[in-house]
């Protein structure tokens, strides 16, 4: 049986003033180098047999500390990537809102298929996501897989296992800075067994 656990990165400073930041590529904060080191901690009593990775630099620097923690070498996949937020890179989600409403209303209203100016929609983000996480089964079908990736990614990888509609993954699944969700993969198919849990950065 597979078991997969998707964490998120840990803090940025966009990430802390609600910016949007896709394909941009902040380090972590100090307190994001915390958390992630309280990830390693974490990975170790999980026992992670192998470890993919986003290209991103945040994503990249809190999958080190579960590299050093566990001996593993990060698989980077660009499937794993943040969701591009086109012209709203680096603007704020409230000022999104005042100045573009009519693009931002669409878009919250239906993300599965609507996406940020220049950007991309939930679909567009399964399209390269889901394909890593049949590679991982294919890699490791009785192992225990790290991933590290992004707040959305997460969350639209999570609505599909789930056989949610991918629309609602901004407004039905948690995933905070340096959280930890987990599948197990059994006879019949994924099971949800861990979802935004932060319990080893307190």
Known sequence: MLTLHMVRHGDTAQAADGVFCGDLDPALTASGLAQAERV?????SLGPTALYCSPKQRARMTAAAVARSCGLEPVIDAGLREIAYGAWEGRTEAEVKQTDPDAYDAWRTDPSLVAPPGGESAFAIAARALPVVLRARRENPQGRVMVVSHKATIRVIVAALLGMPLG??????????????????GERGPMLVRVGDVHHLA
């Open 40 to 44: 390693g901690v974490l990975a170790r």
């Open 168 to 185: 609602r993954f901004r407004s039905h699944v948690a995933c905070p800075t340096a959280s930890i969700t987990s599948f197990e993969f």
